[in-house]
């Protein structure tokens, strides 16, 4: 053979080589780029549905503490907090993390059982349900980790005087569904 034709071989052997290795190049770069793209869709959508819960949920435990059980209005006003706190389940099941949909299967199995066996709850662990599905949440949404501990001093004019008993009952949910233990206080 010849030296053009070697040349020749080398030639198109060495740019087909290089067209083959940026081929691959740009498909495993335009792979990562693709699933990359879908996990920051994927984290928008969750973002979306998610971030307002805990304002939902707190809000929802406001409102369920005012309710004075005898006029109409409180009876609309039940029927509205029903209604709220399907959507809250609804979109946490949908989009929630594991831990946050335990915390309102739990809330929802001691609903069921106080209204089958027409019992009282414990208050204190109710409202420890509550404020622990909404400190879940903000944790799954935004990374912080915030005890409960606060929403009880925030909210609560009783706080200093049952501080224990909101204490055990938070603890005690904590450990009992396995939650992040940044959440105890």
């Known amino acids: 053979m010849s030296n053009e034709i070697i040349t020749t071989l080398i030639s198109v052997g060495a740019t087909s080589l290089i067209s083959v290795i940026g081929f691959w190049?740009?498909?495993?770069?335009?792979?990562?780029?693709?699933?990359?793209?879908?996990?920051?869709?994927?984290?928008?959508?969750?973002?979306?549905?998610?971030?307002?819960?805990?304002?939902?949920?707190?809000?929802?435990?406001?409102?369920?503490?005012?309710?004075?059980?005898?006029?109409?209005?409180?009876?609309?006003?039940?029927?509205?907090?029903?209604?709220?706190?399907?959507?809250?389940?609804?979109?946490?099941?949908?989009?929630g993390s594991e831990e946050a949909i335990k915390i309102l299967a739990l809330m929802q199995k001691e609903n069921y059982a106080a209204a089958k066996d027409n019992v009282e709850q414990d208050i204190y662990r109710m409202i420890a349900i509550y404020c622990l599905a909404a400190t879940q949440i903000k944790f799954d949404v935004t990374g912080?980790?915030?005890?409960?501990?606060?929403?009880?001093?925030?909210?609560?004019?009783?706080?200093s005087e049952h501080k224990e008993k909101y204490r055990i009952a938070t603890n005690i949910l904590i450990k009992e569904l396995e939650l992040n233990k940044k959440f105890k206080f």
Do not use: C
């Open 144 to 159: 912080i980790a915030v005890s409960p501990n606060f929403w009880f001093q925030l909210r609560l004019n009783d706080y």
């Open 25 to 95: 190049i740009t498909s495993t770069s335009l792979k990562k780029s693709f699933r990359n793209e879908l996990h920051k869709n994927r984290d928008n959508v969750f973002l979306g549905h998610m971030s307002a819960i805990p304002l939902y949920i707190l809000e929802l435990l406001d409102e369920m503490m005012e309710i004075d059980n005898s006029t109409l209005k409180n009876k609309r006003q039940k029927e509205q907090n029903l209604k709220s706190f399907k959507k809250i389940i609804n979109t946490t099941y949908s989009y």
